[in-house]
């Protein structure tokens, strides 16, 4: 059974970094897109970042030049690399794996349980 895990959220002020991980159970990154979705109390959840099985990625408007998403195959692990934090940024992010257009759409075959970031001074 595939399982996905994600670590690295917290309590970080404005201006802050983060870097979530996520990490797969076993080699299910090689050929399916990996993508960050996050959803804030209230909120429809929201596409963040999405990496294809090829390297390629796209980040939301909203996170640009902000946000970084990167994986490592050999370590079957993908990364969220979060700078300037803002508090609107706070929500619970969710790592997901499976075909480019599903998790695109939020479809996904594969998702971990979620990690908390709060961005709060």
């Known amino acids: 059974q595939v399982q996905l895990v994600e670590s690295g959220g917290g309590l970080v002020q404005p201006g802050g970094s983060l870097r979530l991980s996520c990490a797969a159970s076993g080699s299910i990154f090689k050929n399916n897109a990996v993508g960050w979705h996050r959803q804030a109390p209230g909120k429809q959840r929201e596409l963040v970042a999405v990496i294809t099985s090829g390297g390629s990625t796209n980040v939301a408007d909203s996170v640009k030049g902000r946000f970084t998403i990167s994986r490592d195959n050999a370590k079957n692990t993908v990364y969220l690399q979060m700078n300037s934090l803002k508090p609107e940024d706070t929500a619970v992010y969710y790592c997901?794996?499976?075909?480019?257009?599903?998790?695109?759409?939020?479809?996904?075959?594969?998702w971990g349980q979620g990690t908390q970031v709060t961005v709060s001074s």
């Open positions: 997901n794996a499976g075909l480019f257009f599903a998790v695109v759409a939020g479809k996904a075959a594969y």
